[in-house]
């Protein structure tokens, strides 16, 4: 077994290497970036804040307006409690405040006209306005400073990073050998594997851990490529697994040439049987139907749950005959399960097409075996119909 550097060893000795080069140069970075990063806090956090609280104010003093009478200023506390926001005790809101108290006098006063009520409230929302084009001033008188600020300690972090760079080369080249390029040939294999690709694998490769994470999405790839090809309910392969196999069969018959049958079966009136006995019994019913099928057919066969209440089997290397058989027998082996306690009997209808009599393409031959399975239906169910391009079976 290939011995492999852990991950968190080859970061340790790296840190190490670069630790004192660092040190000095970043402890005085540290102190500049701190001053620029406090003046830019209170730059951001104080007047955008401040900002915002008087955009809020202005909104509620207009939808209070909107519906506020003369006689009624008992609801405007819930505006005028925005003043008392924090956000604004570090400026002067004096003016801001008299004009509301105006206002709320012009409200609370019944003989005040609509008229005097809307000139208050225009005028708290202009004082309102006014105070936030002042903070908007002040962010943009203190922004050049903060920028040049943030160009100098730029330029001190450019002089760094090359130190850095050069110091780190050597290093550098060993970690894209050893943890970069695995991690991005893991990224691209999980990729895949989102998208649906679940033959896609990861090179077993790098340091310790990204080799381990290499191997477990392999093996969740594994498990992923089986979940996805198997219904959970029957444990027969799913509607995806058989697309994928009815092309394999039908290129193989091509070929050599053979036939090849399919097999459409729907249970009857299973609506009705999921509305009497509940959803519980018709998802034993269908696990039950789907152990039948499998035992019913042969072991070159395919089942597989086609969805909701349909199956579907795929019948290689068969005639007419041989295919009408093995239905018949998958029908009389459903209709003889016993009814459980909390269920009833059931039964299926199933129609058949075959390769290439009845078509040279799968979505023929689907179609076909749909139709008859219609017809089988509208006969009266639990029957099969098989037939040939040129005769059609009823078996019942």
Request: glycine residues 6%.
């Amino acid at each position: 077994m290939v011995r492999r550097t852990r991950l968190r060893s080859r970061v340790w000795l790296l840190t190490a290497a670069f630790a004192l080069v660092l040190f000095g140069i970043t402890f005085g970075l540290s102190w500049r970036a701190q001053v620029a990063q406090d003046r830019w806090s209170r730059l951001v956090g104080v007047e955008t804040r401040a900002i915002a609280t008087l955009e809020e104010l202005i909104r509620a003093q207009n939808a209070y307006r909107a519906h506020a009478v003369a006689g009624d200023a008992s609801r405007y506390r819930i505006v005028a409690q925005l003043l008392e926001s924090d956000s604004l005790s570090t400026i002067d809101t004096a003016a801001l405040r008299r004009r509301m108290e105006t206002f709320r006098s012009a409200i609370g006063d019944s003989t005040s006209q609509s008229d005097e009520i809307d000139t208050e409230s225009l005028r708290v929302v202009a004082e309102a306005q006014r105070m936030i084009d002042e903070r908007k001033r002040e962010i943009a008188r203190q922004l050049p400073m903060l920028e040049r600020e943030s160009r100098e300690l730029m330029t001190a972090g450019l002089a760094v990073a090359w130190i850095v760079v050069i110091c780190s080369f050597a290093a550098v080249q060993v970690t894209l050998r050893k943890v970069v390029r695995p991690l991005e040939d893991l990224s691209h294999a999980a990729d895949r594997i989102a998208a649906g690709d679940l033959g896609a694998r990861a090179q077993v490769e790098g340091d310790f851990e990204i080799a381990n994470l290499a191997a477990a999405v392999n093996h969740m790839a594994d498990e992923l490529k089986a979940h996805a090809r198997t219904d959970e309910l029957t444990n027969l392969p799913n509607f995806r697994a058989f697309r994928e196999r009815i092309d394999i069969e039908i290129e193989r018959a091509s070929r050599y040439p053979e036939h090849v049958g399919i097999l459409i079966l729907d249970l009857d009136r299973f609506k009705k049987y999921n509305d009497t006995y509940g959803h519980l019994a018709g998802n034993d019913a269908l696990q039950r139907v789907g152990r039948v099928i499998r035992e019913t057919v042969r072991s070159v066969d395919f089942p597989a749950r086609y969805g909701g209440e349909e199956f579907a089997v795929i019948v290689p290397q068969i005639d007419s005959a041989s295919l009408a058989a093995i239905a018949e027998r998958v029908r009389e082996g459903i209709e003889s399960m016993p009814a459980p306690k909390d269920g009833a009997a059931v039964t299926v209808s199933i129609g058949a097409s075959i390769f290439p009599d009845d078509g040279n393409s799968v979505d023929v031959l689907f179609r076909v075996a749909d139709e008859r399975l219609y017809a089988a239906k509208k006969a009266g169910r639990n029957r099969v119909v098989v037939g040939t391009s040129t005769a059609m079976r009823v078996s019942s």
